[in-house]
């Protein structure tokens, strides 16, 4: 229960920070985390590879050709703006599944040792 509640949390923030595509984005994340189970490291690497994406699609689709920047630059390279957001809900999944790992290690009782029953 707790686990839908911190998903629905995580699509809710999604929207909420990124309008309908960042609840797209989240909700289509939190169903292949439920559904398909991956390790945990997943959606770390997910982040990394988003983000790593990023500066290879600025670059595809052509840097500026003066040294400043304008306003068209951000409209003209939109898919690097979405491989960060992208990274950012990956990234968010990722915090949010260990700290679910954390507080349910932290709510169960430690099983003694054998070792420790010895001495």
């Known amino acids: 229960m707790r686990r839908s509640i911190g998903l629905a949390g995580y699509v809710a923030l999604g929207w909420l920070f990124a309008g309908r595509y ?8 939190a169903a292949l985390w439920v559904y398909l189970r991956p390790p945990r490291w ?3 690497a997910a982040a990394v590879g988003f983000l790593c994406a990023a500066p290879i699609a600025i670059l595809v689709q052509g840097l500026p050709r003066s040294g400043t920047l304008g306003g068209s ?19 968010a999944l990722a915090g949010l599944v260990d700290l679910q790992e954390e507080l349910r290690a932290r709510r169960r009782p430690e ?3 054998s070792e420790s029953e010895v001495e």
Do not use: E
Not at 73 to 91: E, N, Y
């Open 73 to 91: 630059f951000g409209t003209q390279h939109m898919a690097a703006h979405v491989l960060v957001g992208l990274s950012l809900a990956a990234a």
């Open 111 to 113: 099983v003694p040792s």
């Open 42 to 44: 997943v959606p770390w």
């Open 22 to 29: 960042g609840l797209l984005a989240c909700t289509v994340m």
